[in-house]
């Protein structure tokens, strides 16, 4: 039976992604899970309830380290022989819990960004293994895993042509959810943008993650945001991103991201070729391939448990990195963190961003942060 930890256990990633699936996991005896956080073992979304990890813990299915109980501080100190660890905690500390746990577990999946501060990632640099037990996760990645395995196939058989253009779009018309401010506080940029990022290099390399040579290539163009007017967080809820990856040519990306925009939510992925494109509507997981006339080639969905495959495939050591949705090299992640960094820098308008009212359109956001730039 594997040994397991979830660092993190309270957050809303961890109530949405991990800790049913885990707990299952678990109650099967497939896996010895360990929870850590700190306080009493209550998730923010109730995913699962204090009353049923009480429970668990009580029957002893499932086991919970409080890192503010200094006899359970020890007890983390003390573990060891661990076979996968999963890394879920606010990204400030990503890079110090996985330092923890180097030379004790065979594999950790740390959650993007590799961590909030660029120089935390020279807490693991240092150590020759990293790169073999250390690896970047994204869930939007994971989704995409499967369009992003026949991506490489149609792009070989030259369904649209030459890779021209790239477009990723995440936009949602809602306000930020009170339980949400905190995991958002940083903004769009460190927050979403890592999204956008490995779903976009994943298209023109070879596996089906972002690969890092090419990150290395990233040229950031423009980037501009704003943010709506009541915001809760103290990042930037809007982020326009245009950059180039040179591929066989350039390839021209642009990653629209917001919330509070618009009044309908839009997850979309547009790849534009010389003799068509192909159009992913991320929510339903369909796709669309035209040709270069709009008249529609194909269609279909690759829709599949992608926090399941994910999570299964991270605890198969048969399994390459390669193969696990949404898993990319250490080295890749690092180079996403690079490319954040100079984001944030490249930031217009400098000083306070714009402000714009809830449910405005992209059109109106984009005039308005004009404006500012050019009053």
Known sequence: MKKVVLLGFKGDGAGRFYNEILIDFAKRKKIDLIFVDYGLPENVLGKP???????????????YLD????????????????DVVFVVTPDIAHCQVAKD???????????KP???????????????????VVFGYDHYLAKFYPFEVKTDEWLKEGIIGELKKIEFRLLEPGKIPSHRVK??????????????????????????????????RVRLLKVLVARYFGSKISG???????????YKGNIFCEAIIGKGVGKELEKTLRVVGSEGEIFVNIQ?????????????KKEGKLLYDYKKEFLSAALDFKKRFSQIPGVFPFEAAKEILYILDETRWRSEPQGKPPVYKLGASLSEIEKIIQTKINP
Do not use: W
């Not at 309830?49 to 086991?63: A, G, P, Y």
């Not at 807490?123 to 020759?128: A, N, Y």
């Open 101 to 111: 746990f180097l030379e004790k577990a065979k594999r950790i999946f740390v959650e």
């Open 49 to 63: 309830s204090l009353q049923e990890m009480e429970k668990l813990i009580k029957e002893r299915k499932v086991s």
């Open 183 to 216: 995991a958002l506080d940083r903004g769009m940029i460190y927050d979403f943008f890592p999204h956008g990022l490995a779903v976009i290099l994943a298209i023109p390399s070879t596996s089906a993650f972002p690969n890092p040579a090419l990150l290395r």
């Open 67 to 82: 890192l503010g109980n200094p006899a359970d501080l020890e007890s983390y100190k003390m573990l060891s022989d661990i």
């Open 236 to 246: 930037v809820t809007f982020v326009k991103i245009n950059f180039e990856i040179p």
């Open 114 to 132: 590799l961590d909030a501060i660029l120089r935390n990632v020279r807490l693991l640099e240092e150590f020759p293994q990293t790169e073999k």
């Open 284 to 296: 339903n997981f369909s796709y669309a391939i035209f040709d270069k006339n709009g008249k529609k």
